[in-house]
């Protein structure tokens, strides 16, 4: 469910370090990549050196708080998903937060319920309208698990679907069989006759875009 984040970096911004330390140790097991920073100005400098995809910020915090360092990034036409953890529950910083455009507010302390709900509110927001050209007349629909063709509509099953991601992902590089049991079977074992069967079909329903396989090594996508 949490695949897509994997490609994604995040820059959480909090004061109490002990917080700050639990939260990044939990975050790195879904992101490719956790900065951190204790403070606004801190948070201000990370994000200029790393251009994180998501922002997820302490509110109340010494030298510069979240609301300033978000109304700063957006000053600066920041595209980061905005994500405030905060203990304060009051109605005037929830309506505040509504409008300074703040994607999630989240209530310390972070239950996983609420965390996880966040990251899929993230990972919706990547698909809205996305449709993916695998060439001038294919196009593959990650929402809709389908690929769309002139004259002709693919639906995709799941794991289809999965290898098709993970090689765009990766376009142009190879993905090894240990990347690929790992990220599209998950826990189960993968033969290396399910993975030729999937990848004979989905060869089947994606135009002219080439998938290869590199002997002892794995797929690539052209």
């Given amino acids: 469910m949490f695949e897509p984040l994997k490609t994604k970096t995040i820059l959480l911004v909090e004061d109490e370090p002990i917080i700050r330390e639990n939260l990044a140790a939990t975050l790195r097991y879904f992101f490719k990549t956790v900065y951190t920073a204790q403070d606004g100005f801190e948070g ?40 405030i953890v905060s203990a304060h529950t009051d109605t005037e910083l929830l309506l505040q937060a509504i409008r300074e455009g703040v994607d999630r507010y989240l209530i310390k302390p972070i239950g996983e319920a609420e965390l996880f709900e966040a990251f899929e509110a993230y990972i919706e927001t990547l698909h809205v309208g996305q449709k993916i050209a695998l060439d001038p007349t294919h196009l593959f629909d990650p929402q809709e698990l389908v690929i769309d063709a002139e004259a002709q509509r693919y639906e995709l099953n799941k794991k289809e679907a999965l290898l098709l991601s993970l090689l765009l992902e990766h376009r142009g590089h190879s993905v090894s069989y ?17 993975l030729r069967s999937v990848v004979r079909d989905l060869r089947k329903k994606i135009g002219s875009a080439q998938i290869h396989n590199l002997s002892a090594l794995g797929y690539r996508l052209e």
């Fill in 178 to 194: 240990e990347v690929i049991e790992q990220r599209v079977w998950g826990s189960q074992s993968m033969s290396f006759a399910a």
């Fill in 44 to 83: 201000l400098d990370a994000f200029e050196a790393h251009l994180p995809d998501i922002v997820c910020t302490d509110l109340k915090m010494p030298n510069m708080g979240g609301f300033e360092l978000i109304q700063t990034l957006k000053a600066r036409h920041a595209k980061a998903y905005t994500i």
